[in-house]
């Protein structure tokens, strides 16, 4: 029997995942990122970039999500900025 097969790990949420995810779609639907091309892969490829600049926030029950919302407050601007930067990356180097 695997490790893995004695413990749920899809329990484990990532938070900032989330957060990217939706920062990802409020600045999608601005304006100015109106001519982005949104195929499948420059959406992943946009979330993977800004994921890998903020920092993971882990959780696995209510008490965790409850920490999730100060993690919010907290790294909301370093969220939007990473999301910002990362549409730009891909604007300048879309995928194939």
């Known amino acids: 029997m695997a490790f893995g097969d004695d413990y749920d790990f899809e329990l484990l949420v990532n938070e900032a995942e989330h957060m990217v995810v939706e920062e990802l779609e409020r600045q999608l639907e601005q304006p100015e990122n109106r001519d982005l091309r949104r195929s499948h892969d420059a ?6 970039f800004a994921l890998n600049a903020v920092p993971a926030s882990y959780r696995v029950n209510l ?8 993690l919010d407050r907290k790294h909301g601007e370093t969220v939007r900025t990473a999301v910002a930067r990362a ?3 891909v604007r300048a180097n879309p995928p194939a």
């Open 87 to 89: 549409i730009e990356v």
């Open 63 to 70: 008490m965790g999500r409850l920490y999730a919302e100060e």
């Open 43 to 48: 959406v992943l490829d946009i979330a993977a």
